[in-house]
């Protein structure tokens, strides 16, 4: 009898990853929609975002804060650009930016 695989994927297959903060360039439209338009590396390097290709709302694992998730075209590949929202209590800061890097 075959074995099947399961639908799941194994938590401990999962690679671990953790949170790299970056500066990023964004504008807004008349509407108030946020659009991220560069992004820029601890060590200076810019990276362009060629399209913007989704946006959704997504909670922050480990963390009580709500975020959003953007799937960006940076040099042709896909990548997730995450938005942290800071607690509102913190009048003048909206958030932070980060990537996952694979650890």
Do not use: N
Not at 39 to 44: F, K, M, P, V
Request: hydrophobic share 35%; aromatic share 12%; net charge positive.
């Amino acid at each position: 009898m075959e074995s099947r695989r399961p639908c799941t994927p194994d938590a401990s297959v999962r690679p671990r990853t953790r949170r790299v903060y970056v500066k990023v360039t964004s504008e807004f439209d008349s509407t108030g929609y946020m659009q991220p338009v560069s992004i820029t590396w601890a060590d200076g390097r810019t990276f362009p975002i060629e399209q913007v290709r989704d946006f959704r709302p997504a909670g922050m694992a480990g963390s009580s804060l709500p975020g959003d998730c953007f799937t960006v075209l940076i040099q042709g590949k896909e990548k997730l650009l995450f938005f942290e929202h800071i607690d509102p209590r913190f009048t003048g800061r909206l958030g932070r930016w980060f990537v996952e890097k694979t650890v």
